[in-house]
């Protein structure tokens, strides 16, 4: 079984070419330190819940967008490992100066979760 981190963030809707680019780059970088898989989704079918929804959850903002991620590993000490080697390369450092992010970070979430079930 595998081991996912899962992240949610609201991104303004003329930010999201500024992200792709960010993503496209963190992927590489997490893949080059061993993550089994990379992915980054935006939006396309996501509405307001009566309770909890993933606009929600962000407290989404007229003129942005949900994006939805997720990075596997195959266990929770392998994450670790790779999430410090990312953090401390130079690469990340460029491509993520503080303060330059194009979405709101306080309104993001994430975690790590064990895999009970794949295919």
């Not at 935006?42 to 962000?58: C, I, L, N, R, W």
């Not at 989404?60 to 929770?76: H, M, N, Q």
């Not at 460029?94 to 295919?119: L, T």
Request: net charge positive.
């Amino acid at each position: 079984m595998s081991y996912v981190d899962g992240y949610v963030l609201p991104v303004p809707k003329d930010k999201i070419a500024a992200y792709r680019s960010i993503a496209r780059k963190a992927g590489k970088i997490w893949m080059d330190h061993g993550a089994l898989a990379y992915c980054e989704c935006v939006e396309d079918d996501v509405k307001p819940g009566k309770h909890t929804s993933f606009p929600q959850s962000v407290k989404l903002k007229p003129g942005e967008v949900v994006v939805f991620a997720w990075i596997v590993y195959r266990s929770r000490a392998q994450r670790d490992r790779i999430n410090a080697k990312v953090m401390a390369d130079p690469r990340m450092q460029k491509i993520c100066p503080p303060g330059e992010m194009p979405f709101d970070g306080k309104r993001m979430f994430w975690g790590g979760f064990k895999s009970i079930v794949e295919y």
